[in-house]
T-cell receptor, first 113, second 112 residues
Framework: EAQVTQNPRYLITVTGKKLTVTCSQN?????MSWYRQDPGLGLRQIYY???????DKGDVPEGYKVSRKEKRNFPLILESPSPNQTSLYFC????????????FGPGTRLTVT | RKEVEQDPGPFNVPEGATVAFNCTYS??????FFWYRQDCRKEPKLLMS?????NEDGRFTAQLNRASQYISLLIRDSKLSDSATYLC?????????????WGLGTSLAVNP
């Protein structure tokens, strides 16, 4: 089954404790992206990658890191989480030729206390 | 002014009703347009693309008005299962940068 998977789905952590949210897709997509979704602010792009070893900042990259060592994986790293990073996070992927057709993972609900 | 604006709703309609949403965009360099659907606490999913000539998919019709810079989504014969948030998305490609601009969404509740 074609899908984007994220883990964990839910996470409660404390300020400053490093965490990684994994994202994996099995559709051979070149493009992968991380978004956060907050009430009243909608979906905002954090980072994106157009291919292996190529990553770029989105609209809200501060406090986040990513890597793209393999085509299928695009982990999101929070080195020192803060309460303002409490949010719903989505990973998405697509073919570059069909950039608009983003396939989203199920989301990770992160709470930082 | 936001790049993509939608009426947040909620739109409360009875089953069988026809409902329409509009979305306006500010950047005339916008290349292509889409509607996504997002169920409560779930991931967004592509509903349909919006073409200049308009397009229809079953009970759903999407239209684009480039002169006035808005797109619309019409849902006929609403079903309970249509209850969701509908996100307007604009693909901006200015030659140097390509990105999707997301609206905040319009909430629809179809009532029995």
């Amino acid at each position: 089954e074609a899908q984007v998977t994220q883990n964990p789905r839910y996470l409660i952590t404390v300020t400053g404790k490093k965490l990684t949210v994994t994202c994996s897709q099995n559709m051979n997509h070149e493009y992968m992206s991380w978004y956060r979704q907050d009430p009243g602010l909608g979906l905002r792009q954090i980072y994106y990658s157009m291919n292996v070893e190529v990553t770029d900042k989105g609209d809200v990259p501060e406090g986040y890191k990513v890597s793209r060592k393999e085509k299928r994986n695009f982990p999101l790293i929070l080195e020192s989480p803060s309460p303002n990073q409490t949010s719903l996070y989505f990973c998405a992927s697509s073919f570059l030729r069909a950039f608009h057709e983003q396939y989203f993972g199920p989301g990770t609900r992160l709470t930082v206390t | 002014r936001k790049e993509v604006e939608q009426d947040p709703g909620p739109f409360n309609v009875p089953e069988g009703a026809t409902v329409a949403f509009n979305c306006t965009y500010s950047n005339s360099a916008s290349q292509s347009f889409f509607w996504y659907r997002q169920d409560c606490r779930k991931e967004p999913k592509l509903l349909m693309s919006v073409y200049s000539s308009g397009n229809e998919d079953g009970r759903f019709t999407a239209q684009l008005n480039r002169a006035s810079q808005y797109i619309s989504l019409l849902i006929r014969d609403s079903k309970l299962s249509d209850s969701a948030t509908y996100l307007c998305v604009v693909n901006l490609d200015d030659g140097n940068n390509r990105k999707l601009i997301w609206g905040l969404g319009t909430s629809l509740a179809v009532n029995p």
